[in-house]
């Protein structure tokens, strides 16, 4: 009985360890994604600790990219980004980290099956962004894969991870969640247009320029937005159970933010950024869960909201 006591004496701090990675991914969510965070609290158990994991080391790349340290060129960044991507293949392979959000990422990607060929053009697209400003078809397809759709993949290996056969699930599910990835994106770029193109002079979305704001042009990428949430949406209700609330919520909450900005004209959503207040983020979370992970369409729930939006702000 001793002996079995001084065993798990000895691997508590290994523990104590591991736990603190998990909590400094956490923070990270807390700190970054209101949205993220909301969606994420509605997973449970293990596969909650792996998204949050997952969610930080991706964060973290992206504020190495876009919020410099005073002094810091391209050149710095790329080095400090090169470094980050070898010291998540080395914990991967040996299991530990001395960086609090590698270590979590490891272990998540360790248990799931995360490998090089998702890792590697996530951190790709993130160089992309150091040395290219301005993008076209081919280009913009190859970033988005990276930036969001491997993501996305990395999560369903967490969701799938329990299934009996998690290979064939993930192989069954995986056009589901590049598509919802990419659609994620899509948003963000249409969102952030104001940020990306005035402060830190990149145009992502062919066609959209500073300055010729074509409306044309942002509603047919709304389009675009709304025919990956719909091909999205037919796939979270095969998702494992457990996982389909939490990814509804997102999809709807992504939605919600597609049709205000269908709402809104180019030229007012690049002066002001356009949100979903707080307290439709909770209505559209609760009733993702009433409706127990069965997302509403993507292209019925724009139209919907778009017209009312339309009568709330007054665009025609």
């Known amino acids: ?3 079995t006591r001084g065993r798990v004496d000895a691997l508590q701090p290994y523990r104590r360890y591991d736990a603190a990675a998990d909590a400094s991914a956490a923070l990270v969510i807390r700190h970054y ?3 993220f965070g909301l969606a994420t609290r509605m997973l449970r158990g293990q596969v909650r600790q792996d998204v949050c994991n997952i969610y930080a080391l991706v964060r973290v790349a992206d504020e190495v990219v876009d919020a410099p340290r005073p002094g810091q060129d391209g050149a710095d960044r790329l080095v400090e980004l090169d470094k980050l991507e070898q010291e998540t293949y080395s914990a991967i392979e040996t299991g530990s980290s001395a960086n609090l959000v590698v270590h979590a990422f490891a272990r998540s990607a360790r248990r799931v099956g995360i490998d090089e060929s998702l890792i590697a053009p996530f951190f790709d697209s993130m160089r992309t962004d150091l040395q290219r400003t301005k993008h076209d078809f081919t280009s913009l397809a190859t970033y988005i894969y990276g930036s969001a759709e491997v993501v996305g993949l990395m999560c369903l290996r967490a969701f799938v991870a329990g299934e009996r056969n998690p290979s064939a699930r993930y192989e069954e599910l995986a056009p589901g969640a590049r598509r919802l990835g990419a659609a994620f994106q899509k948003i963000n770029f249409l969102r952030d247009f ?7 002079g990149r145009q992502y979305l062919v066609g959209l320029r500073p300055d010729d704001l074509d409306e044309e042009i942002w509603s047919s990428w709304l389009d675009d937005i709304d025919m990956d949430l719909t091909a999205s949406a037919e796939a979270i209700a095969q998702l494992p159970r457990g996982c389909r609330v939490a990814v509804c919520t997102a999809h709807d909450l992504f939605a919600e933010l597609t049709a205000r900005l269908r709402a809104t004209s180019a030229a007012d959503a690049r002066r002001d950024r356009v949100r979903v207040p707080t307290p439709e983020k909770a209505r559209i979370a609760a009733t993702a869960a009433l409706r127990r992970g ?3 369409l993507a292209s019925a729930h724009a139209l919907t909201h778009s017209r009312d939006l339309t009568k709330e702000y007054g665009r025609s």
């Open 1 to 3: 009985m001793m002996r």
């Open 294 to 296: 069965r997302p509403q």
């Open 33 to 35: 994604s209101t949205s």
């Open 194 to 200: 104001g940020d990306d193109s005035d402060g830190l």
